[in-house]
């Protein structure tokens, strides 16, 4: 069967929207803090997330972390980091008060590389509002916690506010959101051994989604 058809499955669907439940922490912003920080990625209304929390006076900075990853190759004409500042700028964000660090290339890269430009440009940033995909936001945030070298920075986790049924689009389409939520989820439960994440539970009837998702062929991502 067609990946297309297989993804319409009526089990398929809620096994996916199990998952993108999963990864979301549902965090409510209603504080500021000293930066809203952007992992990048392909998908561009992350960007205006982002954006619209900066100029909603959110933080004082915004920061863009992303190189060109398997995902964004030809995608974008330039690295992550710098097509989601052109967005931020069209959309009235002051060029002085963004952060572009365009060499990392996965999520860890993004939190230690994104330190180190911080430190260069003798920043002290005590709290960040984190920007991702929803079904990124969980392991953006076990990454974050383990790999940023301040315990004690305050983090808040967001994406767009999209339900399971209207998150995939033209360029998020729905094979390629469920191979890599499946994905991201088994590294939630392996890259903790790894040192790469803090520990996060996975509930039972999270872990049966996947396993059923990965027979049906959504295997694509895995680690």
Same mark, same amino acid.
């Given at each position: 069967?067609p990946a297309?058809?297989?993804?319409?499955?009526?089990?398929v669907?809620?096994?996916?929207?199990?998952?993108?439940?999963?990864?979301?922490?549902?965090?409510?912003?209603?504080?500021?803090?000293?930066?809203i920080?952007?992992?990048?990625?392909l998908d561009?209304?992350v960007a205006?997330?982002?954006?619209?929390?900066?100029?909603?006076?959110?933080?004082d900075?915004?920061i863009?972390?992303g190189g060109?990853?398997?995902?964004?190759h030809?995608?974008?004409?330039?690295p992550e980091?710098?097509?989601f500042?052109?967005?931020?700028?069209?959309?009235?964000?002051p060029?002085?008060?963004?952060?572009?660090?365009?060499?990392?290339?996965?999520t860890?890269?993004?939190? +230690?590389? &994104? %330190? *180190?430009v911080?430190q260069?440009?003798?920043?002290?940033?005590r709290?960040? !509002?984190? @920007?991702q995909? #929803?079904?990124?936001? +969980?392991? &953006? %945030? *076990?990454?974050?916690?383990?790999q940023?070298?301040?315990e004690?920075?305050e !983090?808040? @986790?967001?994406? #767009?506010?999209?339900?399971?049924?209207d %998150?995939?689009?033209e360029?998020?389409?729905?094979?390629?959101?469920?191979?890599?939520a499946?994905?991201d989820?088994?590294?939630?439960?392996e890259?903790p051994?790894?040192?790469?994440?803090?520990h996060?539970?996975?509930?039972?009837?999270?872990?049966?989604?996947?396993q059923?998702?990965?027979?049906?062929?959504?295997?694509s991502?895995?680690?």
């Amino acid at each position: 069967m067609p990946a297309d058809l297989v993804a319409a499955l009526p089990d398929v669907q809620q096994d996916a929207e199990t998952l993108y439940e999963y990864h979301q922490l549902h965090t409510t912003i209603n504080q500021k803090a000293d930066a809203i920080f952007c992992l990048c990625s392909l998908d561009t209304r992350v960007a205006e997330r982002a954006a619209q929390l900066f100029l909603d006076g959110y933080g004082d900075y915004l920061i863009f972390s992303g190189g060109s990853g398997k995902l964004t190759h030809g995608r974008f004409d330039k690295p992550e980091a710098e097509a989601f500042a052109d967005i931020a700028r069209e959309m009235g964000v002051p060029a002085t008060k963004l952060i572009v660090e365009p060499n990392s290339t996965n999520t860890g890269e993004n939190v +230690r590389f &994104t %330190y *180190a430009v911080l430190q260069e440009k003798k920043l002290s940033m005590r709290s960040f !509002i984190l @920007v991702q995909k #929803p079904y990124m936001e +969980r392991r &953006t %945030y *076990a990454t974050f916690k383990k790999q940023w070298p301040d315990e004690t920075t305050e !983090i808040f @986790v967001t994406s #767009p506010r999209l339900s399971w049924k209207d %998150y995939p689009n033209e360029d998020n389409p729905t094979d390629l959101v469920i191979n890599i939520a499946v994905g991201d989820l088994i590294r939630i439960r392996e890259y903790p051994a790894k040192g790469f994440q803090i520990h996060q539970d996975i509930p039972h009837d999270v872990w049966a989604a996947a396993q059923r998702l990965i027979q049906r062929g959504y295997n694509s991502h895995l680690p």
